[in-house]
């Protein structure tokens, strides 16, 4: 079965400070797709990233950074220099091959970024 | 470029009823999704449409069903509807037909049950 674990629930931080969201999966696929996603007030996912099983490397997008660890099954989201754009509920999201399309996401972390 | 349209934005019904909610994939994408996530909640995957058919479904009953017409749009229905049924659909598309995995969702639809 496939599962995601997003144990924070609730994130507070003021602008500019770093924050780490965690994300932790469960899959017996071999060939899995990692994502993040961001769920501002409007409702509307935006997708942020994809990651493939095969590619361990990190990836880093401006402010924002993603470490991915196949050996603790772990996806962590980094973002640097908190804005207060940037608050929101973050979810990150599991699927299987091409095959499974069933797209499991995690319960979701809402960061909030105070002024 | 025009993203994922859904509509309505938000929809009123009795328990009981039926309801029919509808998307419009972004251009160029040929797979549609269907979620429904529930208040403080992730996405719960409902059912994916490719090539006008069903393609795979979640853990929801067969009082959802669903449409894909040939110009890719898609319906979502849910009949008999419980107050448990309240929540925000949310619909995605994609380009499984060229491999491409990611999902790009719309506004959504928030239904309520009363």
């Known amino acids: 079965a496939q599962k995601v674990t997003q144990a924070q629930t609730e994130i507070s931080v003021v602008e500019k400070e770093d924050v780490t969201l965690d994300c932790v999966y469960e899959t017996r696929d071999t060939t899995y797709y990692l994502f993040w996603y961001k769920q501002p007030p409007s409702g509307e996912l935006v997708f942020l990233i994809r990651r493939n099983s095969f590619d361990e490397q990190n990836e880093i997008s401006g402010r924002y950074s993603w470490n991915f660890q196949k050996s603790t099954s772990s996806f962590n989201f980094t973002i640097t220099a908190s804005q207060v754009v940037d608050s929101a509920v973050y979810f990150c999201a599991l699927r299987g091959p091409y095959n499974n399309n069933d797209m499991r996401f995690g319960a979701g972390t809402r960061l909030t970024v105070k002024p | ?114």
């Open chain 2, 1 to 114: 470029d025009a993203g994922v349209t859904q509509s309505p934005t938000h929809l009123i019904k009795t328990r009981g009823q039926q309801v029919t909610l509808r998307c419009s994939p972004k251009s160029g994408h040929d797979t549609v999704s269907w979620y429904q996530q529930a208040l403080g909640q992730g996405p719960q995957f409902i059912f994916q449409y490719y090539e006008e058919e069903e393609r795979q479904r979640g853990n929801f009953p067969d009082r959802f069903s669903g449409h894909q017409y040939p110009n890719y749009s898609s319906e979502l229905n849910v009949n008999a509807l419980l107050l448990g049924d309240s929540a925000l659909y949310l619909c995605a598309s994609s380009s499984e037909g060229q491999g491409s995995y990611e999902q790009y969702f719309g506004p959504g639809t928030r239904l309520t049950v009363t």
